[in-house]
C-alpha cells in the first residue's frame, strides 16, 4: 500500500481507503463490517469514511461495533464522518451548517462510532443560507475541544472554499484542509476542471468518491442488474437508469481490451485511472464484500502501468478531449 499525504497536512492516508455508504447497515451487518474493515486494514488501508446521514445514523453505529469488535490500536487507523444533512427534520436540523447543528451533530456522531474523536470532520454539501463564517467557527471549535483532528467539505466549488481559508487564515482559525469529491471515469470535469489552480495553489487535499460510479465501471451492470448487486438490492430510480444507461455501459465495455492487455479487472483499471491523478489523496472505494476488497486493493500496483498512450485511448473512449481537462 502506498500512502499520500492529505494535501498539505502531516498525516499520510493510504492511497485506497474504505466508505461505508449503502452498505454499512445496508448490506452488512457489524460483524460483515468488521469483515471488510478487516481485508482492507490487512493490506494497509488507514481511512474509514462515514457520514452522519448514511443509514440513518445506523451507518455509524455499525462501524463504531466493528471497530470495537477489531481492537484496533487509535492511532494506527483514521476514521471520517460528514454532517450537513441531519437526522431530523427540525427547522434548525437539516440541510444545515449552522454552528449549532455541527456542534451538536458531532456529539452524536461521536457517541454512535465510540470514539473520543474522528480524525476528518467534513461539511457534507455547502450551505448558502449559514455564513460561512459561521461555519468555519463552527469547525474551528470543534478541533479545539479535541472533537476532530482537521476539518474538510465535500461537494463545495472551489470559490466558498476559498472563502473559507481566507476567513480562517483572517482570524487564525483551524481551515479546511480537504474537499470529498465526486471523480470516476465518468465525473471528472469538475475535479480535473473548476478545482486544478485551487489544487496547485492551496494545496488542498481530495478524498475522492464513487470511483466505480456505484459499481458501473466493473462491467457488473454489462448483462443487465445482477440481484445481489447494488442496484438490484436496493431498486432506486436513479440507480436503475445508471446501472442501465446504453451510452455508459457501451464505453465501460470499450476499456476492457485495455484491461485485458493490462492483466486486470475493469475496477482495477477504473480505480488506478484515479490513482493517477497526482491531486487524490485517497480514492474512497467501497464494497459490500471482502472478494471486491481484495480485487480493488490490486489497483495500485495497476496505476505504473497506465502509460500517457493507455491515458490517452482511454480518454477517447469516454469523449475527452485534452483542453476539456483544463
Ligand atoms: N461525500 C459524498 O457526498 C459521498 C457520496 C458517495 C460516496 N461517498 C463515500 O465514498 C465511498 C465509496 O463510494 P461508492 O460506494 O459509491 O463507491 P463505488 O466504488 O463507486 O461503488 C462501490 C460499490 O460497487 C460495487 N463494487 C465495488 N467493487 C466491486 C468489484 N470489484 N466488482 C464488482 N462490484 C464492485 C459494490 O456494490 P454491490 O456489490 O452492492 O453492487 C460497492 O459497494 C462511500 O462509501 C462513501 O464513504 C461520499
Same mark, same amino acid.
Request: charged letters at 25%; proline letters at 3%.
Given at each position: *500500500?502506498? @500512502?499520500?499525504?492529505?494535501?498539505? #497536512?502531516?498525516?499520510? %492516508?493510504?492511497? $485506497? +481507503? $474504505?466508505?461505508?455508504? &449503502?452498505?454499512?447497515?445496508?448490506?452488512?451487518?457489524?460483524?460483515?463490517?468488521?469483515?471488510? =474493515?478487516?481485508?482492507?486494514?490487512?493490506?494497509? %488501508?488507514?481511512?474509514?469514511?462515514?457520514?452522519? +446521514?448514511?443509514?440513518?445514523?445506523?451507518?455509524?453505529?455499525?462501524?463504531?461495533?466493528?471497530?470495537?469488535?477489531?481492537?484496533?490500536?487509535?492511532?494506527?487507523?483514521?476514521? !471520517?464522518?460528514?454532517?450537513?444533512?441531519?437526522?431530523?427534520?427540525?427547522?434548525?436540523?437539516?440541510?444545515?451548517?449552522?454552528?449549532?447543528?455541527?456542534?451538536?451533530?458531532?456529539?452524536? +456522531?461521536?457517541?454512535?462510532?465510540?470514539?473520543?474523536?474522528?480524525?476528518?470532520?467534513?461539511?457534507?454539501?455547502?450551505?448558502?443560507?449559514?455564513? /460561512?463564517?459561521?461555519?468555519?467557527?463552527? *469547525?474551528?471549535?470543534?478541533?479545539?475541544?479535541?472533537?476532530? *483532528?482537521?476539518?474538510?467539505?465535500?461537494?463545495?466549488?472551489?470559490?466558498?472554499?476559498?472563502?473559507?481559508?481566507? &476567513?480562517?487564515?483572517?482570524?487564525?482559525?483551524?481551515?479546511? %484542509?480537504?474537499?470529498?469529491?465526486?471523480?470516476?471515469?465518468?465525473?471528472?470535469?469538475?475535479?480535473?476542471?473548476?478545482?486544478?489552480?485551487?489544487?496547485?495553489?492551496?494545496? @488542498?487535499?481530495?478524498?475522492?468518491?464513487?470511483?466505480?460510479?456505484?459499481?458501473?465501471?466493473?462491467?457488473? @451492470?454489462?448483462?443487465?442488474?445482477?440481484?445481489?448487486?447494488?442496484?438490484? !438490492?436496493?431498486? *432506486?430510480?436513479? =440507480?436503475?437508469?445508471?446501472?442501465?444507461?446504453?451510452?455508459?455501459?457501451?464505453? %465501460?465495455?470499450?476499456?476492457?481490451? /485495455?484491461?485485458?492487455?493490462?492483466?486486470? !479487472?475493469?475496477?482495477?483499471?477504473?480505480?488506478?485511472?484515479?490513482?493517477?491523478?497526482?491531486?487524490?489523496? !485517497?480514492?474512497? #472505494?467501497?464494497?459490500?464484500?471482502?472478494?471486491?476488497?481484495?480485487?480493488?486493493?490490486?489497483?495500485?500496483?495497476?496505476?505504473?502501468?497506465?502509460?500517457?498512450?493507455? $491515458?490517452?485511448?482511454?480518454?477517447? /473512449?469516454?469523449?475527452?478531449?485534452?483542453?476539456?481537462?483544463?
Amino acid at each position: *500500500m502506498q @500512502y499520500r499525504h492529505l494535501g498539505r #497536512t502531516g498525516i499520510r %492516508v493510504s492511497e $485506497l +481507503s $474504505l466508505g461505508s455508504w &449503502i452498505s454499512f447497515k445496508g448490506q452488512l451487518d457489524v460483524d460483515g463490517a468488521a469483515e471488510i =474493515m478487516a481485508a482492507a486494514y490487512d493490506q494497509g %488501508v488507514n481511512f474509514f469514511d462515514n457520514a452522519e +446521514s448514511y443509514a440513518g445514523g445506523k451507518s455509524e453505529e455499525v462501524m463504531g461495533a466493528a471497530l470495537k469488535k477489531l481492537g484496533w490500536r487509535r492511532g494506527s487507523y483514521l476514521v !471520517t464522518t460528514k454532517i450537513y444533512w441531519g437526522l431530523f427534520d427540525g427547522v434548525n436540523e437539516k440541510n444545515t451548517l449552522n454552528r449549532k447543528r455541527l456542534i451538536e451533530g458531532i456529539h452524536g +456522531s461521536l457517541e454512535r462510532l465510540q470514539l473520543e474523536y474522528v480524525d476528518v470532520l467534513y461539511c457534507h454539501r455547502p450551505d448558502q443560507t449559514t455564513p /460561512i463564517e459561521e461555519t468555519v467557527w463552527a *469547525m474551528h471549535n470543534i478541533i479545539e475541544r479535541g472533537r476532530a *483532528m482537521y476539518w474538510g467539505t465535500s461537494e463545495w466549488s472551489a470559490a466558498e472554499i476559498v472563502e473559507a481559508i481566507s &476567513i480562517a487564515e483572517r482570524h487564525h482559525l483551524h481551515k479546511p %484542509v480537504v474537499e470529498q469529491p465526486e471523480f470516476n471515469l465518468f465525473e471528472r470535469k469538475r475535479f480535473s476542471g473548476e478545482y486544478i489552480r485551487f489544487y496547485q495553489e492551496h494545496g @488542498y487535499g481530495a478524498t475522492t468518491f464513487s470511483p466505480l460510479a456505484l459499481g458501473l465501471l466493473s462491467g457488473k @451492470y454489462n448483462a443487465g442488474i445482477p440481484k445481489d448487486s447494488r442496484a438490484g !438490492t436496493f431498486k *432506486m430510480d436513479w =440507480m436503475i437508469a445508471s446501472a442501465t444507461d446504453k451510452d455508459k455501459i457501451a464505453k %465501460v465495455q470499450a476499456l476492457e481490451p /485495455i484491461a485485458k492487455d493490462l492483466d486486470c !479487472t475493469l475496477a482495477q483499471l477504473s480505480l488506478a485511472w484515479c490513482l493517477k491523478n497526482p491531486f487524490v489523496s !485517497t480514492v474512497i #472505494t467501497g464494497a459490500s464484500r471482502v472478494s471486491q476488497v481484495q480485487e480493488n486493493l490490486k489497483a495500485g500496483g495497476i496505476a505504473p502501468k497506465l502509460t500517457p498512450e493507455i $491515458l490517452a485511448q482511454i480518454d477517447v /473512449i469516454f469523449g475527452v478531449k485534452k483542453e476539456e481537462e483544463g
